[in-house]
Structures are given as structure tokens and as C-alpha cells.
């Protein structure tokens, strides 16, 4: 029985993932070698209904038992939802909604695959959920890709640039241009202060810069 599911799901560029409960793999191998449904309210179940109605191109009953099998905390169910409003309805929002559900799972695929989409269409939705949910090493790396194209935003940067500024502690891995940029955008100058230190004591820019440069490489 298992090996006719993994036939059927792999001819229509499916995975398989392990079916333990007998009677729920009998179900499934009934649904997908006979055509004959009988749903059963069990997650796992309504995952294998939602791909049979996907591959059947019935995407009406697809959402139906993928939704059933999210509502159970189903996370494979969640990526093929976001998927399907990636792929096949274009829905950015209900995307969005159901990759952040499984990413807030962690799951690795919703993550991937919702980094790559706005990589290509909008890095402030990456930085931002990198922000919120306080994955430092995936927001480093987000923000280094970003510097490392040849084109550029001003509304991206700015947005960045707060991100960085915003950061409590940066771990000992991050790259030292981020805790340099920290340093600087943080750097409060005050005016009264610079003129009793450098005017009245007889200095002049030169010691300024100098000494700005040491507070913001400390």
C-alpha cells in the first residue's frame, strides 16, 4: 500500500512523509488508487486529501482539507496553502499569512521559501519579521545579501539602518561594518558639549574627528 502512495505523489513531484497509522494509510492508498473518499478528521489525513484535490486540480476541496488539517497545527499543510497563493491564485496576503504561520512553527521551508519571494520584491518584510521574531543570524545575513547587490533603495536602507540601530546586543559573529553602523547611528553630538570641550580648550576639528572616530570603533 505505502509504495503505491509514494508512486502516486512522487509521478505528481510530491514527497512522501511517513504514514505510521494502518488505517489512515489504507484510507489514503483507497483515495489514491481507487478514487473512492473517505475523509476521516485526522490532520495527516486532510493533509493527503488536500494534495489528492490539488493534483485533481479541485483546489475548492484542496482548501477545504488543508485548512482542516492547519486547524489541528498541521505544518506541512501551512506551506502547501502558501504555496498554492504563491503559485497558482496569486494572493500576496494569504501567502504571507500562511508562510509566517508555519515560520512561527519553524518550520524551514516556510522560512526559505518566504525569504526567497520578497528577496526579489520586498527586503523590508524579511528584515522586519527577522526583526520580530529575533533571528540575529537570518537578519545579519538578510542585511549583508542586501548591501552586497548593485541596486539600491533609499526607503530599504533607511529601513535597515533603524533595524541595526535598534538592536540591543549584536552577537560576537556579526560582522564588524554592523557594529560600526550601530555605533554611528547611535552617536548623539552635543552641541554645548563640542563647544566647551574643543572651542573653549583651544581645539579644532581635527581633535573632533578624531575623537569620533574612537567613540564609534570602541
Known amino acids: 500500500m505505502e509504495e503505491?502512495?509514494?508512486?502516486?505523489?512522487?509521478?505528481?513531484?510530491?514527497?512522501?512523509?511517513?504514514?505510521?497509522?494502518?488505517?489512515?494509510?489504507?484510507?489514503i492508498h483507497t483515495l489514491y488508487t481507487s478514487n473512492i473518499p473517505n475523509p476521516l478528521d485526522d490532520r495527516v489525513a486532510n493533509y493527503y486529501y488536500g494534495i489528492y484535490?490539488?493534483?485533481?486540480?479541485?483546489?475548492?476541496?484542496?482548501?477545504?482539507?488543508?485548512?482542516?488539517?492547519?486547524?489541528?497545527?498541521?505544518?506541512?499543510?501551512m506551506y502547501k496553502l502558501a504555496e498554492y497563493y504563491r503559485v497558482v491564485e496569486p494572493n500576496e496576503a494569504e501567502m504571507e499569512k500562511y508562510y509566517i504561520m508555519g515560520i512561527k512553527k519553524n518550520d524551514y521551508f516556510c522560512l526559505e521559501a518566504f525569504e526567497k519571494f520578497y528577496q526579489e520584491t520586498n527586503y523590508i518584510k524579511i528584515v522586519d519579521l527577522y526583526t520580530k521574531i529575533g533571528n540575529q543570524e537570518r537578519l545579519t545575513n538578510t542585511i549583508i545579501h542586501y548591501f552586497n547587490q548593485s541596486s539600491s533603495d533609499k526607503k530599504t536602507e533607511k529601513f535597515i539602518?533603524?533595524?541595526?540601530?535598534?538592536?540591543?546586543?549584536?552577537?560576537?559573529?556579526?560582522?564588524?561594518?554592523?557594529?560600526?553602523?550601530?555605533?554611528?547611528?547611535?552617536?548623539?553630538?552635543?552641541?554645548?558639549e563640542l563647544d566647551v570641550k574643543y572651542t573653549s580648550c583651544g581645539k579644532g576639528f581635527s581633535e573632533a574627528e578624531e575623537d569620533f572616530y574612537q567613540d564609534i570603533i570602541k
Not at 168 to 184: G, S, V
Open 4 to 27: 503505491a502512495i509514494i508512486h502516486f505523489l512522487k509521478e505528481n513531484n510530491y514527497n512522501y512523509t511517513k504514514i505510521e497509522n494502518i488505517d489512515l494509510l489504507t484510507n
Open 53 to 77: 484535490y490539488a493534483i485533481q486540480q479541485n483546489y475548492e476541496l484542496m482548501k477545504i482539507h488543508y485548512l482542516k488539517s492547519i486547524e489541528a497545527d498541521y505544518v506541512p499543510a
Open 161 to 192: 539602518l533603524k533595524t541595526i540601530s535598534k538592536m540591543e546586543e549584536l552577537d560576537d559573529n556579526a560582522p564588524r561594518f554592523l557594529k560600526l553602523i550601530k555605533n554611528i547611528k547611535n552617536r548623539k553630538i552635543d552641541l554645548e
